[in-house]
């Protein structure tokens, strides 16, 4: 419970310092100056009922042309940070849409469960890993003698993370399911607040831009992607 405790308080310290202090370490950030897209931006803020502390553009091309919009920092310091690809990639309309769909994030609150879930797992973990370390048949099953008159954590830290994966590969499926439902509730956000039509001519672009498989195999996805397939938004969005 210590051990999670800290964990848990040094993950939340650190995403509360990361806007202004760890992330400016390693990029640029500038403030947005093109005043008709901040506009447009505002607007789209005010409609949603979400307030940011500014609009910045982060030099990303400096390391690569992914492409991404996105929101940083707690409560009322949130920061809007977008890509210089990004701004050179798209139009007005299709940048507004793409931060229409990181505000359906916040709007369904999936940070937030994302955090807890996280949390949860991590207290699981080791509430396991606590009872395993007192388990002879742990250690013998894996082919090592443990210290009958002694501590044995160190040994059992070890071992749990090499076992874990094993295990955990079969939650992937549920893990990424999930996940690329929560992608499905912020594209319908998008849409309910800006034309379906410029989403989906920014989806097919980032799409193309980041190098990704328009048409993947289907039973990969389901284990893998945490994303859904552009042909697949692009499906949810034309229906909705």
Do not use: C
């Not at 469960?113 to 370390?133: E, I, Q």
């Not at 954590?153 to 874990?164: Q, R």
Request: net charge positive; proline share 5%.
């Amino acid at each position: 419970l210590w051990a999670w405790g800290v964990l848990v308080g040094w993950q939340l310290f650190l995403m509360a310092i990361a806007p202004n202090v760890i992330m400016p370490l390693f990029n640029k950030f500038t403030p947005l100056e093109d005043e008709s897209l901040k506009a447009r931006v505002q607007g789209l803020m005010q409609r949603a009922g979400f307030t940011a502390k500014g609009f910045f553009v982060m030099d990303g091309s400096r390391r690569s042309a992914h492409s991404n919009a996105f929101f940083t920092g707690f409560g009322a310091s949130k920061r809007v940070v977008f890509f210089d690809t990004l701004l050179k990639q798209l139009s007005p309309a299709e940048m507004e849409a793409v931060l229409a769909h990181e505000l359906g994030h916040f709007k369904h609150k999936h940070i937030v469960k994302m955090m807890v879930t996280s949390f949860a797992m991590t207290l699981a973990g080791l509430a396991l890993l606590g009872w395993l370390a007192q388990q002879v048949w742990f250690y013998t099953g894996l082919g090592v003698m443990p210290n009958l008159s002694g501590s044995n954590d160190a040994l059992a830290l070890v071992l749990f993370m090499l076992v874990t994966p094993v295990f955990t590969l079969f939650f992937a499926p549920v893990s990424s399911w999930r996940s690329r439902q929560q992608e499905f509730e912020a594209d319908a956000y998008a849409v309910s607040q800006t034309p379906g039509k410029d989403l989906s001519s920014a989806l097919l672009k980032l799409y193309q831009d980041n190098a990704s498989t328009l048409t993947p195999d289907p039973w990969y996805v389901k284990f893998y992607y945490s994303h859904p397939p552009a042909s697949e938004r692009l499906l949810r969005m034309k229906t909705a």
